[in-house]
């Protein structure tokens, strides 16, 4: 910190600076924001893990201002100011493809005449879900492979897309390396988006998808199929595999669904 930039008059600056910066970002106003640089600006992105410059920030800002009407910026805390430094905390809520994306940041901003030098920012994304069940099981998480909150919401958005209509989880030799390259993402953004966002290994993620399968497959199936066959048919590789993913999903055991299923059926046919 430069000792020219304390004191009371600094410090007034710095807050007044730092306020018209967070209100252009909640009014949505890109060349407001972008006035507020300092030729020099040095914003460290803690999603994608480098610094950028002045030349790389406007698109940075543009894909990652709010744009729907559901979609906003709020401020969460009083700016708290230490001489030529700020202080804010934020939470930004986008569009996802299943919904409402947060993530919650603070950054620490530094003003240099009367403009934003410097910005260290730390944040943690939230994928929101429909249900308060299923929210408490939501899991944050931060990204350091290129990828803004909006882009990893719509990777989870082309990865679901791909796998409702290529099914290639019909292939008992499907890797993460296909999957990727198929999606047009690197084989670490998969894996990143799997495990921090979504909460689940790849294998798990594919197993369920072809238990989906097989499930949807069963219960229109007349006559019944062995229920091995539909296993080895949706993609899995493995009985045991098979086995304790279906009972994870259903409670039950591949027997006693199958059954369950029948005793529905009979009740249906003699209404």
Not at 27 to 54: E, K, T, W
Not at 165 to 188: F, I, T
Not at 191 to 206: A, D, P
Not at 231 to 253: D, K
Request: proline fraction near 4%; hydrophobic fraction near 35%.
């Amino acid at each position: 910190m430069h000792a020219d930039f304390d004191g009371p008059q600094q410090t007034h600056t710095t807050g007044e600076t730092v306020m018209r910066y967070h209100l252009c970002w909640k009014h949505r106003d890109l060349d407001g924001v972008m006035a507020l640089y300092h030729p020099d600006i040095q914003y460290n992105d803690f999603f994608q893990n480098r610094v950028m410059g002045l030349d790389e920030l406007r698109e940075y800002v543009r894909s990652s201002m709010p744009r729907n009407p559901d979609e906003a910026l709020e401020h969460s805390d009083r700016i708290r100011l230490d001489g030529n430094t700020a202080f804010i905390q934020y939470q930004m809520t986008l569009r996802g493809g299943e919904g409402l994306v947060s993530f919650r940041s603070s950054e620490a901003i530094t003003v240099r005449d009367g403009l934003i030098w410097r910005v260290n920012e730390y944040a943690s994304l939230v994928r929101e879900q429909p249900s308060s069940s299923a929210a408490a099981n939501s899991r944050p998480a931060v990204s350091r492979l290129g990828l803004s909150p909006r882009q990893l919401s719509f990777m989870a958005e082309d990865l679901q897309q791909y796998f409702q209509h290529q099914q290639p989880y019909l292939d008992p030799e499907l890797d993460l390396q296909r999957v990727a390259k198929e999606c047009g993402y690197s084989r670490n953004q998969i894996s990143y988006l799997l495990n921090q966002v979504l909460g689940q290994s790849f294998y798990r993620y594919v197993n369920q998808a072809r238990l989906q399968h097989l499930l949807a497959a069963l219960d229109g199936a007349t006559p019944r199929l062995r229920i091995d066959d539909l296993a080895f048919a949706a993609g899995f590789n493995s009985l045991s595999a098979f086995y304790s993913c279906f009972r994870q999903h259903t409670g039950l055991s591949p027997k006693a669904y199958v059954k369950q299923i029948s005793l529905r059926a009979r009740a249906q046919d003699s209404l």
